[in-house]
């Protein structure tokens, strides 16, 4: 029949636009997302990198420095960290389009233009060309959400190649542990409400993540520094939040007539902020850095909690609403990082040649005309996300666009608190997760037009 051949011309021509989208998808995303690093001639590196260069070398452990993400970059030396810049994309091509696929939108053609859409307007490819753990924020967010909630639709060596991914994504950053947990209490608290959503199976896999994740941290810490302990520094972060509020200062004012701390002399010469103070030229270094202050800073952290503890919920709650508008790409990667370039010299100086040539080292990366697009765009999709969640709750709805819009708001104000009331506000740690909410607004709008496309492939009768 004349309409029978109609169609099947449409189905066919719509079968080869899909084959060639998806040679499109597996070679020109990836290379997109590299697009700053081939600029650049040499990967991304930011100031922590060098933290986390020299844990395979150094033989301990330092604050807030994962030697799991420190054994992953040691493991792309050989190849100029092009092999770890390899994997990051990879990695992100992979889990697009597993989120596109459970949710039934697995066209290649929307992975293409979705990804595209990330590639210009989000920090993505930024955190996919840098030797930081950023890039597996958010990425762990979303496989979390496919591995809990649509487990059912994925083989299981996808199944185990996300409970890994997860896992390692956890190990890598004390804060991406810390949000994967938070996410998995919410659900365990919701099940009852939703357990045709929120599987058992689901539920305990996902939780198991963070278990393996502890433990991979905890295994890798023994085997380079002999330690069976957690990443240190955890008194310091928050402690230097509080000096940054003014807590701190208030405390030795109070109390330094009556204690004898080492800070004490220093009470009216504290700096403004807290990376002035850890990562300055302060009296930080004076007293011994984290070996000399850690037990004080300890007691001042817990003492200052019970003493003003109205003042410390006021300072939690402007520090979050303070990191949620604190997006903008690009912080901590200027050509100003001294302290990377001396692990690179020290310990692979095979790599200070290639790394010397890049554009970052000759002060040629600016962010400035990259963040009149990212911000605005950043904010708008945290305010979407969070309406679009919004939505489907005040109409009772349950479907899984409500349920990824709900996740990623979760995930977005879990990261605001962890990050700004322990660290304090940072540009950074909001741009490494932010690009999932425009991720689920591009979802949202796609899923509008699906049906459409889909009729016109097909035809009509």
Same mark, same amino acid.
């Given at each position: 029949?004349?309409?029978?051949?109609?169609?099947?011309?449409?189905?066919?021509?719509?079968?080869?636009?899909?084959?060639?989208?998806?040679?499109? $998808?597996?070679?020109?995303?990836?290379? *997109?997302?590299?697009?700053?690093?081939?600029?650049?001639?040499? /990967?991304?590196?930011?100031?922590?990198?060098?933290?986390?260069?020299?844990?395979?070398?150094?033989?301990?452990?330092?604050?807030?420095?994962?030697?799991?993400?420190? %054994?992953?970059?040691?493991?792309?030396?050989?190849?100029?960290?092009?092999?770890? *810049?390899? %994997?990051?994309?990879? @990695?992100?091509?992979?889990?697009?389009?597993?989120?596109?696929?459970?949710?039934?939108?697995?066209? /290649?053609?929307?992975?293409?233009?979705?990804?595209?859409?990330?590639?210009?307007?989000? $920090?993505?490819?930024?955190?996919?060309?840098?030797?930081?753990?950023?890039?597996?924020?958010?990425?762990?967010?979303?496989?979390?959400?496919?591995?809990?909630?649509?487990?059912?639709?994925?083989?299981?060596?996808?199944?185990?190649?996300?409970?890994?991914?997860?896992?390692?994504?956890?190990?890598?950053?004390?804060?991406?542990? $810390?949000?994967?947990?938070?996410?998995?209490?919410?659900?365990? %608290?919701?099940?009852?409400?939703?357990?045709?959503?929120? &599987?058992?199976?689901? *539920?305990? #896999?996902?939780?198991?993540?963070?278990?393996?994740?502890?433990?991979?941290?905890?295994?890798?810490?023994?085997?380079?520094?002999?330690?069976?302990?957690?990443?240190?520094?955890?008194?310091?972060? &928050?402690?230097?939040?509080?000096?940054?509020?003014?807590?701190?200062?208030?405390?030795?004012?109070?109390?330094?007539?009556?204690?004898?701390?080492?800070?004490?002399?220093?009470?009216?010469?504290?700096?403004?902020?807290? !990376? !002035?103070?850890?990562?300055?030229?302060?009296?930080?270094?004076?007293?011994?850095?984290?070996? +000399?202050?850690?037990?004080?800073?300890?007691?001042?952290?817990?003492?200052?909690?019970?003493?003003?503890?109205?003042?410390?919920?006021?300072?939690?709650?402007?520090?979050?609403?303070? #990191?949620?508008?604190?997006?903008?790409?690009?912080?901590?990667?200027?050509?100003?990082?001294?302290?990377?370039?001396?692990?690179?010299?020290?310990?692979?100086?095979?790599?200070?040649? &290639?790394?010397?040539?890049?554009?970052?080292?000759?002060? #040629?990366?600016?962010?400035?005309?990259?963040?009149?697009?990212?911000?605005?765009?950043?904010? =708008?999709?945290? *305010? @979407?996300? =969070?309406?679009?969640?919004?939505?489907?709750?005040?109409?009772?709805?349950? !479907?899984?666009?409500?349920?990824?819009?709900?996740?990623?708001?979760?995930?977005?104000? +879990?990261?605001?608190?962890?990050?700004?009331? %322990?660290?304090? &506000?940072?540009?950074?740690?909001?741009?490494?997760?932010?690009?999932?909410?425009?991720?689920?607004?591009?979802?949202?709008?796609?899923?509008?037009?699906?049906?459409?496309?889909?009729?016109?492939?097909? +035809?009509?009768?």
């Amino acid at each position: 029949m004349p309409g029978g051949n109609v169609i099947n011309t449409q189905i066919l021509r719509a079968r080869l636009t899909d084959t060639r989208s998806v040679w499109i $998808a597996t070679i020109a995303i990836p290379l *997109l997302l590299l697009a700053p690093a081939f600029w650049n001639g040499y /990967p991304l590196l930011q100031w922590d990198t060098g933290g986390y260069l020299a844990r395979w070398y150094e033989g301990y452990l330092v604050p807030s420095r994962s030697t799991v993400f420190g %054994i992953y970059l040691h493991l792309g030396e050989r190849s100029g960290f092009w092999l770890n *810049l390899g %994997i990051q994309t990879l @990695a992100t091509l992979w889990i697009l389009q597993l989120v596109l696929r459970v949710l039934d939108l697995a066209r /290649p053609i929307r992975l293409v233009a979705i990804s595209l859409a990330l590639i210009l307007t989000t $920090a993505l490819p930024w955190l996919a060309s840098m030797l930081l753990t950023d890039i597996f924020a958010g990425l762990s967010v979303l496989a979390l959400f496919v591995l809990v909630l649509h487990g059912e639709k994925i083989s299981t060596l996808e199944k185990a190649a996300l409970f890994a991914f997860t896992a390692f994504s956890a190990a890598s950053h004390s804060a991406t542990l $810390a949000v994967l947990l938070g996410l998995c209490c919410v659900g365990w %608290i919701a099940r009852p409400w939703l357990r045709r959503q929120l &599987p058992l199976a689901g *539920l305990v #896999q996902g939780s198991l993540t963070i278990v393996a994740g502890a433990a991979m941290l905890l295994t890798a810490n023994i085997a380079l520094s002999g330690q069976f302990a957690w990443t240190p520094g955890g008194y310091g972060v &928050p402690f230097g939040r509080m000096l940054q509020d003014g807590i701190v200062a208030q405390y030795l004012r109070d109390h330094c007539a009556k204690q004898n701390l080492k800070l004490c002399p220093y009470r009216d010469k504290l700096p403004p902020t807290a !990376d !002035d103070f850890l990562w300055g030229n302060s009296m930080f270094n004076t007293l011994g850095r984290f070996q +000399g202050l850690n037990d004080e800073m300890g007691f001042i952290v817990l003492h200052s909690l019970a003493e003003y503890p109205a003042w410390q919920a006021e300072a939690a709650l402007i520090a979050t609403a303070d #990191q949620l508008a604190h997006v903008a790409t690009g912080e901590g990667a200027s050509g100003w990082i001294p302290h990377t370039y001396g692990i690179i010299e020290r310990y692979i100086p095979a790599q200070l040649a &290639p790394m010397r040539k890049a554009k970052q080292q000759q002060w #040629q990366l600016d962010f400035t005309t990259v963040n009149r697009i990212h911000v605005p765009i950043a904010l =708008a999709s945290m *305010l @979407a996300v =969070a309406l679009l969640f919004g939505h489907g709750l005040w109409r009772r709805r349950r !479907d899984d666009l409500t349920l990824l819009a709900g996740t990623v708001t979760l995930a977005l104000l +879990g990261n605001a608190f962890v990050c700004g009331v %322990i660290s304090g &506000p940072h540009d950074r740690y909001g741009a490494r997760m932010v690009w999932v909410a425009t991720f689920v607004m591009l979802i949202a709008a796609a899923r509008a037009f699906a049906r459409d496309d889909d009729a016109e492939d097909l +035809g009509s009768p």
